[in-house]
């Protein structure tokens, strides 16, 4: 085909020429590259890191730990004033709700006696409800006995008897038939809700002192939290639940004993009383030092009761 000098002229320079880039894709680069360097900036470089937030403004988890950080200053210090105002800072309308609950939390998840202790008095002062609260309230004192005083007994004066009459014979009167009564049906035995499951002895010479070592456990061998204890003695008592030390086991609790001291324990849900626990001095071969006892009860109750 003929093509004209002009023709081959106007090719040469198109296909010479380079590609042109409009001014908006320059304009999009920019701002993308601006926007990636802002965020790396931002989120790398120079953060935003908040100083002296309000507690309104804390999350669940950081509220929790904040609640809980105000019981233990409370207990140390006893300064109500000072505790209160920091919890108004929350602005939690279902306050003492939420303190009841913190305290149930760390109780079922076995924390330091101290600290559900300090969460159970603050859950106290704020007015939360919780049924293992009356764990921790001081305990009862027995009311006073007001002494009566006895009257003492009249003195028996002697009186002269009347003199005998005679008189006829009582007339014989037959003697009246006995009639068989129904047998009362005696009274049902409420059955107890746990059963010792074993009683030993403990003789472990890395323990700072011999202790009646409580193990719980439901129906399925499963350790229980949570389950009181009573230990008696004369002239005092204690109570405790099992929970404290997750780390041995949720279903443990101890009782540290003092010598020539009989202890007796029960479980007021339901059990029997296991008396008669002192300490005792383990054989030779096992060291030979005071020892205490070991005891495990079983709930008797299943899931299906």
Known sequence: ????????????????????????????????????????????????????????????????????????????????????????????????????????????????????????????????????????????????????????????????????????????????????SSTPRPTETPQPVYRLLSQERVCDQAAPAPRIEIMIVDAELEPLPGVEVHVNWEGGSDRFFTGFQAQRSPGYGDFTMSPDVSYSVVLPDGSPTISGLRVEDCPAGEGGLPGGWRLTFQNLTTADD
């Open 1 to 180: 085909m003929f093509r004209s000098s002009r023709y081959r002229e106007v090719k040469a320079r198109r296909e010479g020429e380079q590609p042109r880039i409009a001014a908006t894709s320059y304009l999009l680069l920019g701002l993308i590259l601006g926007l990636a360097g802002g965020l790396v900036y931002a989120w790398i470089i120079n953060p935003v890191v908040y100083v002296n937030a309000s507690p309104e403004r804390l999350n669940e988890q950081y509220r929790d730990e904040y609640i809980f950080l105000v019981s233990q200053s409370y207990a140390f210090t006893g300064d109500w004033e000072q505790a209160e105002a920091r919890l108004q800072a929350l602005e939690d309308p279902d306050l003492p709700q939420h303190v009841a609950d913190l305290f149930e939390q760390y109780l079922r998840q076995g924390a330091p006696a101290q600290y559900v202790r300090n969460l159970a008095q603050l859950t106290h002062q704020v007015g939360g409800s919780n049924p293992a609260l009356s764990l921790f309230g001081p305990t009862p004192q027995p009311p006073p006995v007001t002494a009566t005083a006895t009257p003492a007994e009249a003195t028996a004066t002697a009186t002269l008897l009347p003199t005998p009459s005679l008189t006829p014979p009582p007339t014989r009167t037959p003697e009246p038939t006995l009639t068989p």
